[in-house]
Nanobody, 127 residues
Framework: VQLQASGGGLVQAGGSLRLSCAAS????????IGWFRQAPGKEREGVSC????????YYAASVKGRFTISSDNAKNTVYLQMDSLKPEDTAVYYC?????????????????????WGKGTLVTVSS
């Protein structure tokens, strides 16, 4: 089982980045994917998830309207398009997979375990 997050980097405030989460080794279609982030000295925060609700996607209030999550099931890959980035978006971003309702709960609360986690990718937004 592997989740590989990539696409992080350094960007100026107002800029954009697209993160990717490539999955392998499990039944991708049966799982929801969540994105999380953790800034230095702060607790982990749930950012977004896909296939985790009846409406398919969920966004934390802090990113709603700026971030867009999408999925390419043929490639077993989930993307997080991040626009209008702010310095407070600076964090290590992680993707994780679990059953839909559980994923929604963990993303919403920011706490709890997930079946599978990827290594993080660092996003730095300069002011």
């Amino acid at each position: 089982v592997q989740l590989q997050a990539s696409g992080g980097g350094l960007v100026q405030a107002g800029g954009s980045l697209r993160l990717s989460c490539a999955a392998s080794g499990f039944a991708f279609d049966d799982y929801a994917i969540g994105w999380f982030r953790q800034a230095p000295g702060k607790e982990r925060e749930g950012v977004s998830c896909i296939s985790c609700t009846g409406d398919s996607t969920y966004y934390a209030a802090s990113v709603k309207g700026r971030f867009t999550i999408s999925s390419d099931n043929a490639k077993n890959t989930v993307y997080l398009q991040m626009d209008s980035l702010k310095p407070e978006d600076t964090a290590v971003y992680y993707c994780a997979a679990d059953r839909p309702l559980h994923t929604l709960r963990v993303v919403y609360t920011g706490s709890g375990g997930m079946d599978y986690w990827g290594k993080g990718t660092l996003v730095t937004v300069s002011s």
